[in-house]
């Protein structure tokens, strides 16, 4: 399996000594910011984990072992919490068991690999037991898809009354994320009373494990099929329904928006929507183009490259109707931001992007989440805005210009 992976990317075999030594420097997020997410979806009860494993971590092979072990560490303790019959302990436990678990088949990129197959395992065992516990309806959703199958997670709001019908949110995670990245208590679209449901696209998480591959487009199609889904469900609000999607999620997403009217907002942050994604596949830690090439399904980095250059938005975005926000970090390392200012021009749709100034791929400003919850909350209760652009110095001014 190794050689399989040291195969593929010429600099994956030549940069691997320099990557241990920047993973020795810069800990665990020395490519995104991975520990902010997982202290936002699991809480401040994880930090003492993140240490942990931060200081074990010296080189990446480190990184699916530490992961892994931490995870059955929480397994553990979820298993005696739950005999003990301490459900609200027990869920936390197998909630951050299956965020590590995840983290640790993030580094293990071979669709065969036994071990990744073993931890995608224990991590479903995980979340369903955080369902069963959850005090919530979350519900298991498979979505007939080329043959195949797209997986969700159905999240609707607490305490619900009989025949009520919700507005709804359609999830598309980024390139290294997965259906089960929502938080772990108070989802900021549940308790706004907006259903939530998370997929895994094509090339990710559950479905690239039951076969389905992402090609240039095939995330339009998913997201229609999504669409076609949520518009039956006796829950959901057909004349409400929006999308979100984050890091590669909003080049997918914006293939979604525009290819699917139904929507009735759209909202992006932490893009990457260069034309051709050169920046992350070529600038960036190689680990970005590897995981790609295996969602894909490409064994030949030539052929790859190829196909990259059909990652574009270009006449894709003016199709759009639905009204559109982007929240950027000026100095998004995978991303440029002048490509961010090429696509806003191409939208015709109401629209506004929200630059921060200093801010990277990951921005750190908790403000510019909620920004998101907001906006999106707005758009389906049907309140007006005005198209601007928003720039957001690091002192917290806001400078608005119109379009």
Request: proline share 5%; charged share 30%; glycine share 8%.
């Amino acid at each position: 399996m190794r050689v399989e992976t040291d195969r593929k990317i010429k600099r994956w075999r030549e940069q691997r000594w320099l990557l241990d030594q920047v993973i020795q420097a810069r800990g665990l997020d020395w490519d995104q910011g991975r520990t902010g997410k997982i202290l936002r979806n699991c809480g401040p009860g994880v930090e003492a984990d993140l240490r942990e494993i931060s200081r074990r971590v010296q080189k990446f092979t480190d990184i699916p072992r530490e992961f892994s072990r931490a995870a059955e560490r929480r397994e553990e303790l979820a298993r005696e919490a739950e005999k003990a019959g301490h459900e609200v302990e027990a869920r936390e436990h197998y909630y951050i068991a299956a965020t590590f678990y995840t983290n640790a088949m993030w580094a293990v990129y071979e669709d065969g690999n036994a071990k990744r197959i073993a931890w995608g395992g224990k991590k479903r065992a995980c979340y369903d037991k955080f369902i069963q516990f959850a005090g919530r309806p979350i519900e298991r959703v498979e979505l007939p898809f080329e043959g195949k199958s797209i997986a969700g997670l159905l999240h609707l709001p607490p305490h619900m009354k009989a025949g009520e019908k919700v507005p709804c949110l359609l999830y598309i995670p980024g390139m290294d994320g997965v259906k089960e990245d929502n938080p772990l208590y108070a989802d900021p679209f549940l308790e706004r009373g907006i259903a939530l449901f998370a997929i895994d696209g094509p090339g990710q998480g559950e479905t690239r494990a039951g076969g389905v591959k992402c090609t240039a487009s095939n995330c339009a199609d998913a997201g229609k099929t999504a669409c076609d889904y949520l518009a039956k469900r006796p829950e959901i609000d057909a004349n409400r329904m929006a999308l979100m999607g984050s890091s590669m999620g909003s080049y997918w997403g914006t293939r979604v928006a525009a290819a699917e009217q139904r929507f009735k907002a759209c909202a992006l942050s932490g893009v990457c929507v260069e034309p051709g994604q050169y920046a992350i596949f070529n600038m960036a830690s190689p680990t970005f183009k590897l995981n790609y090439m295996y969602m894909s399904g490409y064994d030949d980095e030539a052929a790859f490259d190829e196909f990259a250059k059909t990652l574009t938005l270009k006449g894709v975005a003016s199709k759009i109707t639905c009204p559109y926000l982007i929240v950027a970090g000026e100095d998004d390392e995978l991303c440029p931001i002048e490509f961010v200012y090429e696509l806003m021009d191409e939208i015709r749709a109401p629209k506004v992007l929200v630059v921060y100034e200093g801010e990277k791929h990951s921005i750190r400003n908790p403000r510019s989440r909620t920004l998101i919850v907001d906006w999106l909350t707005d758009r389906l209760q049907g309140k007006p805005f005005k198209s601007e652009k928003i720039y957001v110095e690091m002192s917290g001014k806001e400078v608005h210009t119109p379009w």
